[in-house]
């Protein structure tokens, strides 16, 4: 039963990597993470997750703004649910960079207290959550 697992490998260990980070964001910001953002650390988490989606974008005009990524990506068409993913892990790349893993942690912690999205946005990164949304266009 494992003789194909070499084989496959690589594709478990990217699919590991994203389901424990959504593990993670789950346990640290509770069921009030937006889309773009659980989605988006955990594509950026994968082994080049990132690459993969600076590819992506760079393959596709097509964006989506991040607002409209807040909720689930369930009904998307395949065409935009790969811009969606994309778009999510370089917003959260973004924000990683900004601020760090403990600054993200803090971020999905104050979500997880009940604090709005715009709120602790403000609060952790030092900017309005829609300049860094309208940065993202």
């Known amino acids: ?79 935009q649910a790969r811009v969606a993913y994309a778009e999510s892990a370089d917003a959260a790349r973004r924000l990683f960079d900004e601020v760090g893993g403990a600054g993200v942690v803090a971020l999905l912690q104050d979500i997880a207290r009940g604090v709005s999205l715009a709120d602790a946005f403000e609060r952790r990164m030092l900017t309005p959550y829609s300049a860094f949304a309208a940065a993202l266009r």
């Open 1 to 79: 039963p494992v003789e194909n697992l070499q084989k496959e490998k690589s594709s478990l260990v990217r699919v590991m990597r994203h389901e424990l980070a959504h593990a993670f964001v789950h346990e640290s910001g509770g069921r009030d993470v937006p889309g773009w953002l659980n989605e988006g650390l955990a594509v950026m988490f994968e082994p080049q997750g990132a690459q993969w989606a600076a590819e992506t974008m760079a393959g596709s005009s097509a964006r989506i703004p991040l607002d409209q990524l807040a909720g689930s990506f369930d009904q998307l068409s395949g065409t």
